[in-house]
């Protein structure tokens, strides 16, 4: 495993590891099941349609209590889930692309009423044109709604970051929801080995859901969902936004003792052969793997590339990542985008990591790569593209362009 | 309680909707919804659902809530989908032995007819096909009063609103109401009913309470006069209430199990003008050479009461 | 912890307000005095009043408590004076009279 670091591994691992190979969407419905949470409302929408159908499949065989709620949208999913989360029970729901739009509106509530509800998000191209095929235009469409996004490399990763995702949310100095992303049908639907936790370790991990205020709390009423005038509105905002910084430990936390239980370790992002590393790929989700894979070839001609996958996007960790590329001492980096933002200038990982490094003084020089577009195969050979551009950028032998497209026809 | 009612009793129970809200003068609203919490039983709990609305922001103003009940505002036009949520929750705690064996919770949410019959009709129709058990409540005053008085499809035809203003070559508002709640009777929910502030509140009262402790989903439709948007004098709002069931422009009936039971029939059916005329609203429609405009009202409320009369008939 | 709404106000630094805007209190409104929007107010006079409760479930800001099956003075607190109580009454026990 990548992630298997050597600190955990001298401590007494809590849980036994079951081997098996299943797909991104089995392993956040395993998840599920383990955890069992309370309510699940959703509406069914590729590629995240399996993991409702999964968990209602596990209901129906009486292996969970959870409650399913058939809802007639996802704009109800959410509303329903905020409803439910309210009210006092451990909340989840699934969705992809247009149905994460269409919740839009109920994001902000969810995250405005600080209440931890656990999104799958399946990441799909968002329309037009309609397409079912990944990348990160629904998750970045929802990045300024107050959730936590954590991004997901493969299907272990997707099963690890849900499992991290309730303790994160549900902590009191946190009270936000969280959004766990994989790439659909790429992770969502793709079988791989997988090392699983027993039941009894994820229980406990997760542990029980206890708010202090709920709807439901007998004599004990409470209002949710004011009307604010502008005497406190800003004031609620500026809450939660340090909320939001406040989740940047508790995720270290919880990373931390996710690793005493399994052994694998995570952080805000993963640096994959990085020590040395002049010519840098940041990215996010599945064409990590890809990148990794170029990055090894490369290094055996001696070209010192590496990796910087970023796993958590929401907080963003921008002092973090610009010590990273500080410390490696990189000549040039590329910035992938599965999105684009339609602002003239590249996508947001773009605009966010290029304003990390200006404010941390890391000038090195970056190009912003647009890639993998409604599902647009993303291979070695354009890593070993990207790298070549990079040195010449480095070099000085061309101007870095300011934004550029991968595997497109022109 | 249908045949020993006591407006004495009803009024002994405790009051849900504390004062200080900031609905204007003579609210039809806040009326209605003291009327339906009087419908549950003392000591009973509830969660009260509420659509954006002037409801909404005028009785949750941070950090003033009227609510004596826990009380949970989402958005405009999920107040359905909300409640589903929040009863669901209520079920699952329960049976997970999460809240006490004793403990009984009522969950009954408030919309107005923007969020109830136009930008809530989705999550509505969806909360009711469910079978969550829960209670809605369509406060119809008959246009977007929140907002500046926008006609919605419940707001009768000709009225003067103002996306719908009556000028040199507009009569007001071209179409005509929205039968919602026949619309939701066509769910084949358990209890479905419509009604307005009489005299003793008699029909409102027995209503909200068999809605309230029908199992399953149940909806109330209750018209509720805006004096602003109505244009009217506040203090007469139980006269057009009275005239608006006396012309049958707003008939009281319910529908039990899918059994239409129409609860008033008047002896003499007055003529539409009766209504009309104290509203501001309609005021365009008095002058001279609009009495065809009144004849076409007239027209219309007649086949609708005709078609309820035949629903009623037959079960 | 339950919510004291005295410790609300518009010069509470961000850090005192409620997670969420939650309210952990309920009926906290009535301390909102909406009594002084009033531009008439209604008087009920004793001698005519029967008792009838007419006048109570039509009021649209809860300020006709009934206490034992009689309603009780009017909350001048809260009363906007829309006047609807006067009207109803069939005893003509209820006047509104200009402030």
């Known amino acids: 495993m990548n992630h298997t670091d050597k600190n955990c591994k001298t401590i007494q691992m809590t849980s036994r590891e079951i081997r098996d190979r299943m797909s991104g969407n089995e392993a956040v419905a395993y998840a599920i099941r383990q955890i069992d949470p309370d309510v699940m409302p959703a509406f069914p929408i590729t590629p995240s349609t399996e993991i409702p159908q999964m968990v209602s499949t596990y209901i129906a065989n009486g292996e969970i209590g959870t409650e399913f709620i058939p809802v007639e949208s996802e704009h109800s999913a959410m509303s329903a889930a905020i409803g439910a989360e309210a009210a006092g029970a451990r909340t989840i729901t699934a969705t992809s692309s247009a149905g994460l739009a269409l919740m839009w509106e109920e994001l902000l509530l969810a995250a405005s009423n600080r209440l931890p509800v656990v999104l799958a998000l399946v990441n799909r191209t968002l329309s037009g044109p309609i397409n079912i095929n990944c990348d990160h235009s629904d998750g970045m469409g929802a990045r300024d709604t107050g959730w936590i996004q954590i991004y997901a490399e493969n299907n272990q990763e997707a099963y690890d970051n849900y499992i991290q995702a309730f303790p994160i949310a549900e902590d009191p100095r946190v009270h936000l929801p969280v959004m766990i992303c994989q790439d659909g049908f790429i992770t969502s639907h793709a079988v791989e080995n997988i090392s699983l936790l027993e039941d009894d370790a994820v229980k406990r991990f997760v542990g029980q859901y206890e708010p202090e205020e709920f709807l439901l709390n007998p004599g004990r009423p409470v209002s949710v969902g004011p009307y604010a005038v502008s005497d406190y509105s800003m004031e609620a905002k500026k809450g939660q936004e340090d909320a939001m910084e406040r989740a940047g430990s508790v995720i270290l936390e919880t990373a931390e003792r996710f690793c005493r239980m399994s052994g694998r370790k995570y952080g805000f992002f993963e640096e994959y052969r990085m020590e040395d590393a002049e010519y840098v790929l940041l990215l996010m989700g599945s064409a990590a793997g890809t990148a990794k894979a170029a990055v090894d070839q490369l290094r055996q001609q001696g070209i010192r590339a590496g990796v910087l996958k970023l796993r958590v996007f929401r907080p963003f960790p921008a002092a973090e990542l610009a010590e990273a590329i500080r410390r490696c001492g990189c000549r040039a980096l590329a910035i992938l985008d599965r999105c684009e933002s339609y602002n003239g200038v590249g996508g947001p990982l773009g605009s966010e990591v290029t304003q990390a490094l200006y404010r941390a003084k890391v000038y090195t020089e970056t190009v912003n790569y647009i890639y993998g577009l409604a599902g647009r195969d993303f291979t070695v050979e354009h890593v070993f593209g990207i790298v070549d551009e990079l040195r010449d950028v480095a070099d000085g032998k061309v101007l870095p362009p300011d934004h550029k497209y991968i595997g497109l026809r022109s | ?315 | ?99």
């Open chain 2, 1 to 315: 309680m249908n045949n020993n009612y006591s407006l004495k009793t009803m009024m002994n129970r405790p009051e849900r909707l504390a004062p200080g809200h900031r609905m204007c003068a003579g609210c039809g609203a806040t009326i209605g919804v003291r009327a339906v919490l009087r419908g549950l039983h003392e000591g009973d709990r509830a969660v009260i659902g509420n659509a954006t609305g002037c409801l909404e922001v005028s009785s949750y103003m941070y950090p003033y809530t009227a609510w004596e009940d826990s009380y949970i505002h989402n958005a405009f036009e999920n107040a359905g989908a909300t409640l589903s949520g929040v009863e669901t929750a209520y079920k699952v705690l329960k049976r997970r032995g999460k809240l006490g064996e004793g403990e009984q919770f009522k969950f009954i949410t408030f919309g107005g007819d923007g969020g109830t019959y136009d930008i809530g009709f989705q999550s509505l129709s969806g909360a009711m096909e469910r079978g969550h058990d829960m209670v809605y409540v369509c406060y119809d005053n008959g246009a977007y009063m929140n907002t500046g008085i926008q006609r919605s499809s419940a707001t009768p035809m000709y009225a003067d609103t103002t996306t719908t203003p009556a000028g040199k070559v507009s009569a007001g508002k071209v179409q005509y109401r929205k039968d919602l709640s026949a619309i939701i009777a066509e769910h084949y929910v358990p209890y479905v009913a419509q009604t307005t502030f009489t005299r003793d509140f008699r029909d409102l009262h027995r209503k909200a309470e068999t809605a309230i402790y029908t199992e399953g989903p149940a909806f109330l439709n209750i018209m509720t006069p805006c004096p602003r948007g109505w244009r009217y004098e506040t203090s007469r709002i139980m006269e057009i209430c009275r005239l608006a069931v006396e012309t049958c422009y707003w008939p009281l009936f319910e529908v039990v199990e899918g059994k239409w039971i129409l609860n008033y029939q008047p002896k003499n059916k007055l003529p539409i003008e009766d209504f009309l005329r104290p509203q501001g609203r309609f005021k365009h429609l008095f002058k001279p050479g609009n009495e065809e405009l009144i004849g076409r009202f007239q027209e219309e409320v007649d086949k609708r009461w005709e078609d309820l009369l035949y629903r009623c008939s037959r079960t």
């Open chain 3, 1 to 99: 912890m339950r919510t004291d709404i005295r410790n609300i106000t518009p010069s509470t630094p961000y850090t005192g307000l409620t997670e969420g805007l939650q309210l952990y209190a309920a009926g906290t409104s009535r301390q909102f005095m909406s009594g002084e929007w009033r531009t008439s107010t209604p008087v009920l006079d004793m001698e005519k009043c029967r008792q009838c409760l007419l006048c109570a479930p039509v009021c649209p800001d809860s300020c006709i408590p009934v206490a034992d099956g009689k309603r009780q003075a009017f909350d001048y607190d809260h009363c906007k004076g829309c006047g609807i109580c006067a009207a109803v009454c069939p005893f003509g026990a209820i006047a509104m009279t200009e402030d």
